[in-house]
């Protein structure tokens, strides 16, 4: 991955976010803590709030927000390298297949709306993974 990126992301481009899928026990958003200086600083958690309440009477999103610097997992290596919003969607090996479709339908839709609703100047601090203080 690391190379992957590192390979498409130049002087003249930016990472806005990314978001990495595995197949575990529980439905569980893995994201960064809100200390953490990132940006947009409000666009993942923007993000799962309109998700949960578009599933509210089907599905509850679970989130565990924390950093460890360093450890080398998806959503850090993220963080620490292009200082953007890293997530880590874990879905349930034992939901059912129409409700794990329902469920990325309506995830893709509300972050489409997130995004498309978040202010250009909320991007400004990303720099390249060059440590700066984010809005």
């Known amino acids: 991955m690391a ?5 498409r992301i130049t002087e003249n481009s930016q990472l806005a976010i990314a978001v990495d899928f595995h197949s575990m026990e529980y439905d569980l ?3 960064m803590s809100d200390d953490y200086p990132l940006a947009p600083r409000n666009l993942v958690n ?3 709030n309109a998700m949960d309440k578009k599933t509210a009477t089907r599905h509850h999103v679970s989130q565990l ?3 460890n610097k360093g ?3 998806f959503k850090q290596y ?3 390298t292009y200082r953007v919003q890293g997530v880590t969607y874990e879905v349930s090996d034992n939901a059912c297949r129409p409700l794990i ?3 990325a339908k309506d995830a893709a839709e509300t972050f489409i709306i997130t995004l498309n609703g978040t202010k250009a100047e909320d991007f400004q601090c990303i720099d390249n993974g060059k ?3 984010c809005h």
């Open 3 to 7: 190379s992957y990126l590192k390979d």
């Open 29 to 31: 958003f893995y994201t």
């Open 46 to 48: 923007d993000w799962l």
């Open 65 to 67: 927000a924390m950093h």
């Open 71 to 73: 450890s080398g997992v």
């Open 78 to 80: 993220i963080a620490d």
């Open 101 to 103: 479709r329902q469920n």
């Open 131 to 133: 440590s700066q203080t």
